[in-house]
């Protein structure tokens, strides 16, 4: 990520997304990566696209019980990052929110799941594991572990 210096900007790692696997070593952390004669160019302006605008809003759920999120997937591919950014946005909102990350020894292409719960408020929020048929939404980031039997068993089959 970049970081403002006394030297001009430089590339800082963040640790909290390096996965640790010390590939870095053999050269394959992006913030080893140099570019020579290249330039800065403004992004281009997406394009609007006519079908978003005529969807309807989502309805919310009601958040009198937590809402539980199980968003499993393979390492290396963003699923904490994803679980992170719903976590930042329900506590922006000023909800109750708790993230697990289940990691196990998986670094690059191992399975991993994140359990996502969200509150009307912290206080509601007893347990982070979600339990097995509670999950409200299955958020799959890689088919083979949403499709996975310890995934299916978490489903809410109520719903």
Known sequence: MP???????KRE??????????????????SFVTVHGGKLRK???????????????PVLPSLERPFNILLPGVGGTGVTTVGAMLGYAANLEGKGCSVLDQAGLAQKFGPVVSHIRIAARQQDLFAVR???????????????????????AKLDSKI
């Open 43 to 57: 992004p281009a302006l997406p394009k609007q696209v006519e079908g978003f605008a005529r969807l309807p809003e």
């Open 13 to 30: 790692i963040d640790q909290n997304a390096c996965n640790k696997d010390f590939s870095c070593v053999e050269g394959f952390c992006p």
């Open 130 to 152: 979600i339990a097995a048929g509670e999950a409200h939404l299955l958020l799959g980031c890689d088919l083979l572990v949403a499709a996975g039997p310890d995934a299916i």
């Open 3 to 9: 970081k403002e210096t006394a030297q001009g900007r």
